[in-house]
């Protein structure tokens, strides 16, 4: 008997078994081969790790130390090396194989018994019947997957071509998946015409010059607007949205109003997901409040991290005749901004005590509140979330005062949001709430970080395109933070790339590596030495959680072309020149597009990257996989973008 090893296709729910059998039979020149494979993917001390084997695309590569190791362990004769495609019998007839959720085992190699070479004619016209029928189960059942599907799904991914024969160590199990095997990324019925790009005035005042002829549109006729149009890519994500919030603003706690009423205005745009509160006579008594899941540091940060306060009765105090609930038709202003709270029957506030102790009191507060807070993505938009707001009710950053409602850990995102929110007077945090009681003249609620324009579509077809108002609050975070100018290079002549590295920091265990980063980036340098004729292209790798906010938006400013593996980091692309080339790179399986979005709103041109291996580490879902690139992978993707990148500079460069 010969035993052929090689890597095997394994069905989609593959991650919940511990091992595969595959029996497969050949039929070549009349000679008969009992194949026995078994793919322990998921036996960490099994014997791919034992002897050495490394699985890649279709091919176990062996070895003689792995051969022997092999023979000695497993107690067979021989060991080869072939690929999937090399065992078709000659006759062109396909062989039939199975691969059954069904037969999944998990005994180690050496206690699988081994296929007799001396089974019966009669036996194996059995076996066969029922490898065909499996196989034919699967075919219909794969059909039928696909099938519904396409009735959801129409839109592929785009992926790069090519394959490697490069030598490579890889950490960890590799996810064998080809791009041929990609499911079509869900875009559900949401495919729409392009939005309209209207100008507007830049809030600052700037040696840029700036169109002051702006463009207002006349409200939609009906609302919400068909999906897709421009109307509802005005109204729902660009300046029309602040006309939505001002149309739909709603005052409560009028009933007997006094000159030292707690009147406030309550703003809700279901369509757009936008909902946030003015207050007027507020109190918040804090004192002694538990933080709903802390950690000391990023080392400790899990799923359930939440540097929000748990939501406690009679913590709000105002000056209201009637009771502010849902019975009484008032809306729930305190949802996200509390863990845990509060329910329909809370009311919003009760009546002000007499007596509230040592009082911290605040004219123009904007109260932010954070979960995620170290994803950059999640809180730059709930400074768009913030900064929106101010414009709907008219308040000027130079004129307010940040409060951040939790005990979040420090992050670098922390210095735009007290530029661009309150830059006048010192930040507000958790640790005074519960510590002494507040009261707030007129506060800001804002939507909160998951919800809001940036917040839309990320998970299907995104139909708006130039956002104006995006752009606006780009150019303003920019302003706010020194980085002038906006849309140009700090050196005109400079070629650089910029990777955003993604990896472990503070502690931190993070997912989706780019494991041979360093590898690829050296290469790139080598190969593109003399690319550009006006000196050499900088490639530069950059750890963004050790920098600035300042030196981030100008790495991002001065950038000809940004790559990144898709997490939170690529969130900086909102910082990049229009026509920038942007790579995001993605395992195999993860659809999230709202970096695509951001690119779609300001003008930088996204590329998504899905080829190379996703490798497994602390990990079995395949949304969270690191990532390998041969390089003659990203070459074949890489070096026409990056070719084009360098005809343009270089025609900008020369014709100065």
């Known amino acids: 008997m010969t035993l052929l090893v090689t890597c095997v296709k394994t069905p989609e729910d593959w991650e919940k078994a511990r091992a595969i059998r595959l029996q497969v039979f050949i039929h070549e020149q009349h000679e008969r081969v009992d194949l026995f494979i078994l793919a322990a993917f998921f036996e960490k001390k099994g014997f791919y790790e034992k002897c050495g084997y490394s699985c890649i695309d279709d091919e176990i590569f062996v070895d003689e130390g792995a051969k022997q190791c092999w023979m000695t362990k497993a107690a067979y004769p021989v060991v080869e090396s072939r690929r999937l495609c090399d065992l078709r019998p000659s006759s062109g007839t396909p062989w039939p194989f199975l691969i059954s959720p ?7 190699l050496n206690v699988m018994k081994k296929v007799s070479p001396n089974s019966g004619a009669s036996s194996c016209s059995k076996r066969r019947m029922w490898l065909w029928g ?67 005035r830049d809030e600052f005042e700037d040696d840029e010059q700036v169109d002051e002829t702006g463009e207002r549109m006349a409200s939609p006729v009906r609302w919400p607007s068909t999906k897709g149009s421009k109307s509802e890519c ?25 000159a030292n009423g707690s009147t406030y205005t309550f703003f809700h745009v279901p369509e757009a997901g936008v909902r946030a509160t003015k207050l007027q006579n507020f109190g918040l008594d804090l004192r002694g409040a538990e933080i709903a899941q802390d950690i000391d540091n990023l080392a400790d940060n899990g799923g359930g991290h939440d540097p929000r306060f748990r939501y406690r009765k009679s913590s709000a105090f105002c000056s209201c005749v009637e009771r502010q609930d849902r019975e009484h038709g008032a809306p ?15 009311p919003n506030c009760d009546t002000f005590q007499d007596s509230v102790g040592d009082k911290l009191t605040l004219t123009r507060a904007v109260v932010m509140v954070r979960k995620d807070d170290h994803n950059p993505f999640f809180q730059i938009s709930a400074m768009l979330n913030a900064w929106v707001m ?96 906006h849309n140009a290079k700090s050196d005109p ?133 690191d990532k390998f690139i041969p390089f003659i992978q990203w070459r074949s993707f890489f070096d026409p973008l990056f070719r084009d990148v360098v005809d343009r500079l270089e025609e900008k460069v020369g014709g100065s």
């Open 332 to 346: 729930s202003i305190w949802k996200d901004y509390f863990a845990g709270g509060p329910s329909d029957q809370d």
């Open 234 to 258: 005005l109204y729902a994500r660009d300046y029309g949205l602040i006309e939505r919030l001002d149309n739909s603003s709603r005052t409560f706690c009028t009933a007997g109003a006094r």
């Open 102 to 108: 069904f037969a999944m085992v998990a005994r180690p």
């Open 493 to 625: 002549q400079r070629c650089l790339v910029t990777i955003i590295s993604r990896r472990p920091y503070g502690g931190r265990r993070i997912q989706r590596v780019w494991q041979n980063e360093d590898e690829i980036v050296g290469r790139m340098r080598a190969e593109y030495r003399d690319a550009y004729r006006f000196g050499e292209c900088e490639f530069q790798s950059l750890e963004f959680t050790n920098m600035t906010m300042h030196d981030q938006m100008r790495a991002m400013v001065d950038s000809d072309v940004v790559i990144g593996m898709h997490g939170a980091g690529m969130v900086n692309v909102m910082w990049t020149r229009p026509e920038t080339l942007v790579i995001e790179i993605f395992p195999r399986r993860r659809y999230r597009w709202g970096y695509r979005n951001l690119c779609q709103y300001l003008g930088c041109k996204w590329h998504e990257f899905r080829s190379g291996r996703d490798v497994r580490v602390h990990t079995f879902d395949p949304n969270d996989m």
């Open 390 to 485: 101010m414009k709907t009710i008219g308040w000027d950053r130079n004129t307010t005062q940040l409060v951040t409602l939790d005990r979040a850990l420090p992050s670098p995102v922390d210095d735009l949001r007290h530029a661009l929110l309150g830059p006048e007077r010192p930040v507000i945090d958790g640790e005074v709430f519960q510590d002494r009681v507040v009261h707030f003249e007129s506060a800001l609620l804002p939507p909160y970080e998951v919800t809001g324009p940036l917040m839309s579509h990320l998970d299907d077809n995104q139909p708006c395109h130039a956002n104006a108002m995006i752009a606006d609050f780009r150019d303003a975070a920019l302003k706010s933070m020194a980085v002038t100018p």
């Open 134 to 200: 499996g196989l034919v189960s699967a075919m219909v059942l794969v059909s039928f997957l696909n099938v519904f599907e396409t009735l959801t799904s129409f839109q592929f991914v785009s992926t790069s071509s090519g394959s490697s024969s490069d030598s490579v160590q890889v950490k960890g199990p590799i996810e064998s998946t080809k791009d041929e095997d990609l499911q079509m990324f869900p875009v559900g019925v949401r495919h729409f015409q392009h939005a309209i790009h209207h100008q507007v």
